[in-house]
Nanobody
Framework: QVQFVESGGGLVQPGGSLRLSCAAS???????????MGWYRQAPGNQRELVAS????????NYASSVKGRFTISRDNAKNTVSLQMNSLKPEDTAVYYC?????????WGHGTHVTVSS
């Protein structure tokens, strides 16, 4: 069983930046074995959506059109961490952000980290 713990959220003004981190723990030696990793978000009243994903060796990265050019996903297989650098934040980026495998493991959702973009 693998669990994910997200951190780094907060309140930021429009145009600002945040860096989210995700630590994996449990019965794994390396997140490399999990394959693709992703960052998801869920805004109030909306379904959870995948915003960014990265392949096991970081050779491929994909982004939702709404964040492309502003967000950058990265992973460190040795440290079992996945990060999301978010720049030029907009109010519509406000959501709870989660990390998980891509596709997601339903039993591995963490509590997420809240991001609020507001002036």
């Amino acid at each position: 069983q693998v669990q994910f713990v997200e951190s780094g959220g907060g309140l930021v003004q429009p145009g600002g930046s945040l860096r989210l981190s995700c630590a994996a723990s449990g019965s794994i030696s390396s997140i490399y074995t999990l394959g693709n990793m992703g960052w998801y978000r869920q805004a109030p009243g909306n379904q959870r959506e995948l915003v960014a994903s990265v392949s096991s060796l970081s050779s491929t990265k994909n982004y939702a059109s709404s964040v492309k050019g502003r967000f950058t996903i990265s992973r460190d297989n040795a440290k079992n961490t996945v990060s999301l650098q978010m720049n030029s934040l907009k109010p519509e980026d406000t959501a709870v952000y989660y990390c998980n495998t891509d596709p997601a493991r339903t039993t591995s959702w963490g509590h997420g980290t809240h991001v609020t973009v507001s002036s």
